[in-house]
DNA sequence: ATTAACGGGCTTTTT
DNA sequence: GCCCGTTAAT
């Protein structure tokens, strides 16, 4: 062994040292939280790589952009020669393999990704058009879940004719999954399922290409093993069949998307397709205090369906997990920004973590109000934002013509008069001539000049557009099209209380485009667009407090974390109530959750939460309960969890009651709204005439 | 006859 | 808050 190697597994742990060496062959890891995954994969390729291994001969896949990204920098940072190893998510490897062999399925290499939403557009056209009933055709939202369920688990249409079993399925599913992927070939696009349902349809079929990958990558690594599904799964074993140099790392605690088709027990099963497989398991945790430690593992040793193995730690035990209970949402979250305020820990090492996203709006409106800086992961992304999908779709259509959904999007934004009706003229035409909706549009000046003559300044448009693609960055190529089409004039009528924010979006999107144009002199427009499709802008911006869903959360780590909304009904989801499976899923999420935090956990609830009708009470999480009290602070009541406390608290003594008119020192005259107990004090929610909805003590106030 | 604007009903988690 | 069905405007 020399220096370098030596160096690289200094300070490991036995675990640890052994995941590293075992180079060749399958192997299994079993990473608990925080026992140093990462570090183990990325010296495994450094290592690798100074052993004579060809940079490029290495494939590592991972779920989200975050974690390759950040997988890819560390292991840089080992070894620098892995700039040339493929470390990405499977969906951008998927797209990239695809790309490069598009014609082996019909595709044209520079096809268009479709998020959720497109798919949920094309979806509806297909229902529209079919012969469904009209019952059938107003659960359009089942659909999509049920189609992507089903393209999950790999199942083509035709599995779906030959499979009787599946039989609970919505009147008709076969028959609009078959023409959804005819409409999606037509368009030359993919959705999500499709870059993975392709790949294998590829790797089945095509010998030829088979042969290739397998050859191109000598040793594969897949991160979050627990989280795949099964088509990912036949990824990877077919990938991996040549020389079976196959690592995939995972802990079934942290399994928290078998909603979306991941199967845990793929971990557990690895060596059913790798019978030699070695397995290791890393149980010593570095992240967190002993207490957090303690308490996640007193959560999650409630859930029957798991192996065998238990986390440790020799940090010291640190601050106690601390739980406050607060009247409203409102509440809550002014108290979680006034804790944030009040404590001294790195906005970039600070996080708040929810079940869902709507969550996340009051807690926005506190934080802005506060003047802290913030950055939300996952979902609102900028890409979402419809000025931004917009424009996207504007140049969606430069890129690839045959992309009806993109033009359907904006054929009339601005509007021009094109509804309903002339679309549906205009689908007649398409469909007769077998050309896309644009293609038609472009030839209609002889068959139809009156809507031909709707259309020109939006064609004109494009076609001005797509003379300077060549030869403009491509900011400026969008910045022709905001021009030709008076885009921000459309914006400034129909939304003119958000222009301004709307106004910096689409400026940020011009930027972001000629930055890509300077980083990338040969970069085409399909390369930017795919990686907006694909790649969230999640990195962690110092100086920003980070606010996400629990979902998003794992894989990172904070110094202090805070969970909101630990009631029964958000955590664990309401509807997750029924089954013990899905309860258990709900306490993997907690547990990612807990682990998190590095020093400091602070858990929060609301008495009453105001959603989208009225106020609804929830009580303290059921989870709560399973946390040991000399790991946590804050509790009320124990009898209290999981059950909702139905019973006014009045206070007598002051004849202070509900509907009461009081005075407040500093906020004056208001209406008792409601009486709450908070930290086991009384305080009541008054309406106040000048200062609106505040919490107060019940002593502060008069009659 | 069509298109544009307005108000009502739901909201889990995501590549 | 977002998507959809209804009404008002052309």
């Known amino acids: 062994m020399d220096t370098y190697q030596q160096e690289l597994i200094r300070d490991l742990n036995p675990a640890q040292k052994l995941a590293v060496e075992s180079l060749d062959g399958p192997l299994v890891i079993f990473a608990g939280a925080g026992s140093g995954k990462t570090r183990v994969i990325t010296s495994r390729i450094a290592s690798l790589i100074h052993n004579g291994v060809d940079p490029r001969k290495i494939l590592a896949l991972t779920f989200t952009n975050r974690a390759a990204t950040e997988m890819k920098q560390r292991a840089i940072a080992l070894n620098p020669k892995a700039v040339g190893s493929q470390i990405s998510t499977f969906h951008s490897c998927c797209a990239r393999w695809l790309r490069e062999f598009a014609d082996e399925l019909g595709f044209n290499s520079n096809f268009t990704i479709l998020d959720d939403s497109d798919s949920k557009s094309v979806l509806k056209g297909v229902i529209q058009k079919s012969s469904l009933s009209e019952s059938a055709k107003a659960s359009l939202p089942d659909y999509k879940q049920v189609l992507s369920n089903i393209k999950v688990q790999g199942l083509f249409p035709k599995d779906i004719l030959k499979n009787k079993m599946l039989d609970d399925l919505p009147e008709g599913f076969d028959e609009i999954y078959k023409s959804y992927q005819v409409q999606l070939a037509n368009c030359n696009s993919m959705d999500f399922g499709d870059l993975m349902m392709n790949m294998i349809l590829l790797l089945r079929n095509n010998v030829k290409v088979k042969q290739i990958l397998q050859n191109r990558y000598a040793y594969i690594m897949v991160d979050e093993y627990q989280d795949t599904n099964s088509v990912q799964i036949e990824l990877v074993t077919a990938l991996g069949q040549g020389t ?62 798991r192996a065998s193995k238990k986390l440790w730690t020799e940090n010291p035990q640190g601050e106690k997990i601390e739980f406050v209970y607060e009247s409203d949402n409102e509440m809550e979250a002014h108290h979680v920004v006034e804790s944030i305020k009040s404590e001294n820990y790195m906005p970039e090492q600070t996080a708040i973590f929810y079940r869902t996203n709507s969550q996340s709006r009051l807690l926005e409106e506190a934080l802005l109000r506060e003047n802290i800086n913030y950055q939300i992961y996952g979902t609102t992304r900028f890409y979402d934002r419809v000025e931004v999908k917009d424009l996207v779709a504007y140049l969606r259509l430069l890129v690839n013509p045959l992309d009806d959904v993109a033009f359907l999007r904006v054929v009339n934004k601005p509007a021009r008069k094109i509804g309903g009706k002339s679309i549906q003229t205009l689908q007649k035409y398409a469909e007769e001539a077998s050309k896309s909706l644009l293609q038609i549009a472009n030839s209609l000046s002889e068959t139809d000049p009156k809507l031909f003559h709707k259309l020109m300044p939006f064609l004109a448009c494009l076609n001005i557009a797509k003379k300077n693609l060549e030869r403009e960055p491509l900011g400026n190529v969008l910045s022709i099209i905001l021009d030709q089409i008076s885009y921000l004039k459309y914006v400034e009528k129909k939304y003119p209380n958000q222009f301004q924010e ?96 590095r020093r ?104």
């Open 244 to 305: 079976r140099n196959v690592c995939v790392v995972g802990d079934d605690d942290q399994s928290i998307y078998s909603w979306r088709g991941a199967k845990a027990r793929n971990i557990l099963e690895f060596d059913r397709c790798f019978s030699e497989a070695k397995t290791v398991k890393l149980e010593q945790n570095y992240r967190c205090t002993a207490h957090i430690i303690d308490a996640a593992n007193a959560v999650i040793k409630n859930n029957q369906i």
């Open 502 to 597: 709307k106004c910096e979006n689409i400026h940020e999107l011009v930027v972001a485009l000629n930055e890509f144009s300077t980083a990338n002199p040969n970069g085409k427009l399909e390369d930017w667009l795919q990686n907006i499709t694909l790649v969230r802008g999640d990195n962690n911006i110092s100086g920003y407090v980070s606010l996400m869903t629990l979902h998003m959360a794992k894989g990172l780590e904070f110094d202090r974390v805070y969970i909101m909304g630990f009631e029964d009904g958000l955590i664990p989801h309401k509807n997750s109530l029924e089954s013990k499976q899905q309860l258990e899923e709900e306490r993997r999420l907690v547990y990612v959750g807990i682990t998190r935090a």
């Open 600 to 703: 400091k956990l602070t858990l929060t609830a609301a008495y009453r939460r105001l959603g989208y009708q009225g106020y609804v009470n929830l009580p303290p999480s059921r989870f709560l309960a399973e946390i040991p009290k000399e790991c946590i602070k804050g509790l009320v009541e124990e009898a209290s969890y999981g059950k909702l406390d139905e019973t006014e608290v009045v206070d007598e003594e002051n004849g202070i009651t509900r509907h009461q008119s009081v005075y407040h020192p500093t906020y004056g005259y208001g209406m008792i709204d409601n009486i709450v107990v908070v930290h086991g004090k009384q305080k009541a929610v008054v309406e106040f005439d000048d200062f609106g909805k505040r919490t107060v003590p019940v002593h502060h106030l008069r009659v």
